[in-house]
């Protein structure tokens, strides 16, 4: 599969505000057969001007693809994610939906604005892990990113 | 997963009756219920997710698996109707096709594919990437049925 051909590591920004969630998400990726480097954004601010490269993130690099918590302090996840899709130097970049909330209205409304995956995190750990890994195998694996 | 019960419903838009047999053979056993339609052109697959004419009974499919060279009408006219079609772009798309083509990746992102996935020429590699999307997308992932 092409993707195991880039000679570059996968960026991935995980944008997530729970320490532990996001501990065992770079934990897992971490193991992951393709190399790939895990940037963390801990709001929804922080999140926008990483992929802007805004300020201090003037350096940041490019991610291929983008975990998004939904709960996120200081800009929502929600709005991210329509800020991402409606930004032309953005929207290619896959954003997967990683999140606690089991809400219809949410799932709904994040395909409408074009999330690329709706997940909801399992509450036990095993699940968790195997729900990232099942994340990182199929868009590091199989998928080719843009 | 909370389908409770009831199968996933999944287009595949596919004019190679090979690849779709083989499809088909993928998803028969896979650990979700589901249900494969297929559509061999994309005139036929707008026909059925618009329910018209002959398709006027079918279900709304929960996933579409999106071939892009296809007769009638392509399938990145596909992807952009779909997508830009209120009642049905909320609907998880993904590409597979043996286009490797660097601008079809680039672009069926900007038209708002979910997801880009080649699909091998060796038959093993086939059916690995075919389990890869059900895994994700039909046990991982949840699907949006509105």
Redesign the interface.
């Given at each position: 599969m092409s993707p195991g051909a880039r000679a570059a590591p996968i960026e991935v920004l995980l944008v997530e505000d729970n320490p532990d969630d996001a501990a065992l998400t770079v934990r897992a990726l971490e193991r992951a057969k393709l190399r790939n480097r895990v940037r963390l954004a801990v709001s929804g601010v922080e999140a926008l001007a990483i992929l802007r490269r805004e300020g201090q993130y003037g350096g940041a690099a490019r991610p291929d693809l983008i975990l998004l918590d939904l709960d996120l302090p200081a800009k929502d996840g929600r709005e991210v994610l329509v800020e991402i899709k409606a930004d032309d130097d953005l929207r290619h970049i896959p954003v997967v939906v990683v999140t606690g909330s089991q809400a219809p209205a949410d799932l709904v409304q994040s395909y409408r604005q074009h999330a690329n995956a709706y997940v909801t995190k399992p509450v036990d750990t095993k699940a968790f892990l195997e729900a990232v890994n099942s994340i990182e195998q199929f868009w590091l694996q199989i998928v080719r990113l843009p | 997963m909370d389908t409770g019960g009831v199968p996933i419903e999944i287009l595949l838009v596919e004019d190679n009756p090979g690849d779709a047999r083989l499809t088909r053979e993928a998803l028969r056993d896979a650990k979700v219920r589901n249900n494969l339609h297929v559509a061999a052109d994309g005139v036929e697959a707008l026909a059925f997710l618009r329910r018209q004419g002959t398709h006027a009974a079918v279900p709304m499919p929960d996933l579409i698996l999106l071939d892009l060279n296809l007769p009638k009408k392509d399938g990145r006219e596909v992807l952009e109707d779909i997508?830009q079609d209120d009642q049905l772009?909320?609907?998880?798309v993904v590409i597979l096709t043996t286009s490797?083509a660097e601008r079809d990746?680039?672009e069926s992102?900007?038209l708002?594919a979910?997801?880009?996935?080649?699909k091998?020429v060796d038959l093993e590699?086939f059916l690995k990437?075919v389990q890869?999307?059900e895994?994700?997308?039909l046990?991982?992932?949840?699907?949006?049925k509105?």
């Amino acid at each position: 599969m092409s993707p195991g051909a880039r000679a570059a590591p996968i960026e991935v920004l995980l944008v997530e505000d729970n320490p532990d969630d996001a501990a065992l998400t770079v934990r897992a990726l971490e193991r992951a057969k393709l190399r790939n480097r895990v940037r963390l954004a801990v709001s929804g601010v922080e999140a926008l001007a990483i992929l802007r490269r805004e300020g201090q993130y003037g350096g940041a690099a490019r991610p291929d693809l983008i975990l998004l918590d939904l709960d996120l302090p200081a800009k929502d996840g929600r709005e991210v994610l329509v800020e991402i899709k409606a930004d032309d130097d953005l929207r290619h970049i896959p954003v997967v939906v990683v999140t606690g909330s089991q809400a219809p209205a949410d799932l709904v409304q994040s395909y409408r604005q074009h999330a690329n995956a709706y997940v909801t995190k399992p509450v036990d750990t095993k699940a968790f892990l195997e729900a990232v890994n099942s994340i990182e195998q199929f868009w590091l694996q199989i998928v080719r990113l843009p | 997963m909370d389908t409770g019960g009831v199968p996933i419903e999944i287009l595949l838009v596919e004019d190679n009756p090979g690849d779709a047999r083989l499809t088909r053979e993928a998803l028969r056993d896979a650990k979700v219920r589901n249900n494969l339609h297929v559509a061999a052109d994309g005139v036929e697959a707008l026909a059925f997710l618009r329910r018209q004419g002959t398709h006027a009974a079918v279900p709304m499919p929960d996933l579409i698996l999106l071939d892009l060279n296809l007769p009638k009408k392509d399938g990145r006219e596909v992807l952009e109707d779909i997508k830009q079609d209120d009642q049905l772009r909320h609907i998880p798309v993904v590409i597979l096709t043996t286009s490797q083509a660097e601008r079809d990746i680039a672009e069926s992102y900007r038209l708002r594919a979910n997801a880009y996935v080649t699909k091998p020429v060796d038959l093993e590699q086939f059916l690995k990437v075919v389990q890869s999307i059900e895994h994700f997308w039909l046990e991982i992932v949840k699907l949006s049925k509105i």
